[in-house]
Nanobody, 126 residues
C-alpha cells in the first residue's frame, strides 16, 4: 500500500489547462500501476486515465482522449495528469489511485486499485 496526495486542482476557464500531480509515499511506487478517476457532483466515480507501472501502457476514457496526458516519474514517486482544452463537463473531484503489481491489458476499473488519494477539485468555468 502507498499513500497518495493529489495537488494541482483549481478553477480554470474553458479552453485552459491544468496539471494534476499525485505524490506517493513508500518505496514500491514503481511496482504500482496508477490511475486517475473523477467524480462530478451527484454522479458516480468514472475512469479518466491509467498508466502501467513501467509507463509503457496508457489508457484514456474516450471523453478525454487527445486532451489529457498521463505520465509518471518513478524517481519522484509522482504521477501526473496534464489536462488541456478543458471543458465545463470536466468539472469534478479528481482522484489518484494505485494498484500494486497491477498489469494493465485494457481500461481498468476502480476496483482494480487498492490505494486512493483524498481528491482535488477541478472546476472549469464556461
Amino acid at each position: 500500500q502507498v499513500q497518495l496526495v493529489e495537488s494541482g486542482g483549481g478553477l480554470v476557464q474553458a479552453g485552459g489547462s491544468l496539471r494534476l500531480s499525485c505524490a506517493a509515499s513508500g518505496r514500491t511506487f514503481s511496482m504500482h500501476s496508477m490511475g486517475w478517476f473523477r467524480q462530478a457532483s451527484g454522479k458516480e466515480r468514472t475512469f479518466v486515465a491509467a498508466i502501467s507501472w513501467g509507463g509503457g501502457r496508457t489508457f484514456y476514457a474516450d471523453s478525454v482522449k487527445g486532451r489529457f496526458t498521463i505520465s509518471r516519474d518513478n524517481a519522484k514517486n509522482t504521477v501526473y495528469l496534464q489536462m488541456n482544452s478543458l471543458k465545463p463537463e470536466d468539472t469534478a473531484v479528481y482522484y489518484c489511485a494505485a494498484g500494486y503489481a497491477l498489469t494493465l491489458y485494457n481500461q481498468p476499473s476502480a476496483t482494480d486499485f487498492g490505494s486512493w488519494g483524498q481528491g482535488t477539485q477541478v472546476t472549469v468555468s464556461s
